[in-house]
């Protein structure tokens, strides 16, 4: 595993590592904890070895957390133009707030799939439903408004590329409401979206050892090809 910086902020960096023979792709992992400081990199280098094992080289993303949201999406977009591998098959891999982070960056290209688990989908709703304690207002700075809805997963349907939205049945912090209401949206705009409805909570579908996390397996053996 190799750091590589994007930029020259301590947060503006990501970890690539490659498998043993040509990658099959490049999936690009994007952490969780609704855009705050204190939740980094270090929640998704878990999955890293499972996804080497399938052939994936794999990058994982850090970006600024706590400053807001224009600095926050700047460094997505900024990493996925960084990424060192050069592939046709990218696929963002994002959960909790990290799966806002690719369904948004997938919007504006560099991604050929995005697999969201967890992911804040409807900032909306999900201010209105106060997850996080507040979360979505600190992201961006105020309440939500239609000012905010080209950062706003459901209010950018559709999308150009396929969606798996892998939410946990059980999740008490993010509600599979909001994967059910995005994946709703998403194919009534025409999009290509699937709910991929797992046991567990909300750290179930990160968890290496857990059925969730082998069905996302699954998924990314067959996403060269459409659903």
């Known amino acids: 595993m190799r750091r590589i910086p994007y930029g020259d902020h301590p947060s503006q960096f990501g970890m ?13 992992l994007v952490h969780g904890g609704f855009w705050r400081p204190a939740y980094g990199i270090e ?11 399938r052939g994936w080289a794999t990058w994982v993303v850090e970006y600024r957390r706590g400053t807001g949201a224009a600095d926050t999406l700047a460094d997505v977009r900024a990493a996925l133009a ?23 960056a997938a919007g504006h290209g560099g991604l050929t799939h995005v697999v969201s688990q967890a992911g804040v989908l409807d900032l909306r709703a ?24 080209d950062v706003d997963p459901i209010r950018q349907v559709p ?3 396929p969606v798996w939205c892998v939410h946990g049945s059980d999740d008490d912090v993010v509600p ?16 290509t ?6 046991d567990g909570d909300h750290f ?23 659903f």
Request: with cysteine; charged share 15%; aromatic share 6%.
């Open 82 to 104: 960084a990424c060192p591998v050069d592939s046709g098959s990218v696929v963002g891999i994002g959960h909790s707030a990290g799966g806002h982070l690719v369904a948004w």
């Open 16 to 28: 690539l590592s490659l498998p043993a023979h040509d990658p099959v792709g490049v999936a690009v």
């Open 43 to 53: 929640y998704a280098l878990p999955l890293v070895p499972s996804l080497l094992d």
């Open 126 to 149: 999900a201010y209105g439903a106060g997850l996080g304690d507040g979360a979505v207002e600190r992201f961006l700075g105020h309440p939500p408004t239609a000012a905010d809805d």
């Open 204 to 226: 179930t579908v990160v968890d290496p050892d857990s059925a969730a996390w082998e069905q996302t397996l699954a998924i990314l053996d067959g996403s060269n090809r459409d």
């Open 159 to 161: 999308l150009g590329v």
């Open 193 to 198: 979206a699937e709910l991929v409805e797992v």
């Open 176 to 191: 599979i409401s909001q994967s059910r209401a995005y994946v709703g949206a998403a194919r009534a705009a025409g999009a």
